[in-house]
T-cell receptor
Framework: GAGVSQSPSNKVTEKGKDVELRCDPI?????LYWYRQSLGQGLEFLIY????????KSGLPSDRFSAERTGGSVSTLTIQRTQQEDSAVYLC??????????FGPGTRLTVT | GESVGLHLPTLSVQEGDNSIINCAYS??????FIWYKQESGKGPQFIID?????DKRQGQRVTVLLNKTVKHLSLQIAATQPGDSAVYFC???????????FGGGTRVLVKP
């Protein structure tokens, strides 16, 4: 079946602009995660959705970052007033069984 | 704070040799560990996992070893192939909530 998909695959934006990144999880997966991966670095947890529970936003680096998950499926990560330090690959993962996360290919964000 | 780290950032190995990738963790509450493989331009891909009630688990050409006494995790790849060239991450579940904490990654380069 289809895996996790993310769009766009690449996004170049000017400093100060807002961006929206989309994640389509595997159908039926109740949990959805967003991570950030800077060049040559590990994965930094951003936010986690589980079913209808309130999301765990403990990893969001600032109030410029927000995410929502509509209908328990598609999720959008929004970064407002982008800064150059926001440049990174943003990865989405979904899971049905706890901790068994399946990752999408990521969105490479470049802020100029 | 609690963290998962790796001893070697880059590992060069001759094709056909065995590879060993090491990972240290500090959260004694972690009871589940995963190894992921990330190829260039792709999201991390699950390789193998292990629970804390085990000290060894084998997959296809891969073996994960867990030493809880010294909080050490390793991934052994037998007969390393060019397709094994990637960055390998370990992850643990000790953080609060249903989240994984990822290590910084080790790049494996397979020489022909």
């Amino acid at each position: 079946g289809a895996g996790v998909s993310q769009s766009p695959s690449n996004k170049v934006t000017e400093k100060g602009k807002d961006v929206e990144l989309r994640c389509d999880p595997i159908s039926g997966h109740t949990a959805l995660y967003w991570y950030r991966q800077s060049l040559g670095q590990g994965l930094e947890f951003l936010i986690y959705f589980q079913g209808n529970s309130a999301p765990d936003k403990s990893g969001l680096p600032s109030d410029r970052f927000s995410a929502e998950r509509t209908g328990g499926s598609v999720s959008t990560l929004t970064i407002q007033r982008t800064q150059q330090e926001d440049s990174a690959v943003y990865l989405c993962a979904s899971s049905l069984v706890m901790y068994e996360q399946y990752f999408g290919p990521g969105t490479r964000l470049t802020v100029t | 704070g609690e963290s998962v780290g790796l001893h070697l950032p880059t590992l060069s190995v001759q094709e056909g040799d065995n590879s060993i990738i090491n990972c240290a963790y500090s959260n004694s509450a972690s009871d589940y560990f995963i190894w992921y493989k990330q190829e260039s331009g792709k999201g991390p891909q699950f390789i193998i996992d292990i629970r804390s009630n085990m000290d060894k688990r084998q997959g296809q050409r891969v073996t994960v070893l867990l030493n809880k006494t010294v909080k050490h995790l390793s991934l052994q790849i037998a007969a390393t192939q060019p397709g094994d060239s990637a960055v390998y991450f370990c992850a643990e579940n000790g953080a609060a909530g249903n989240k994984l904490t990822f290590g910084g990654g080790t790049r494996v380069l397979v020489k022909p």
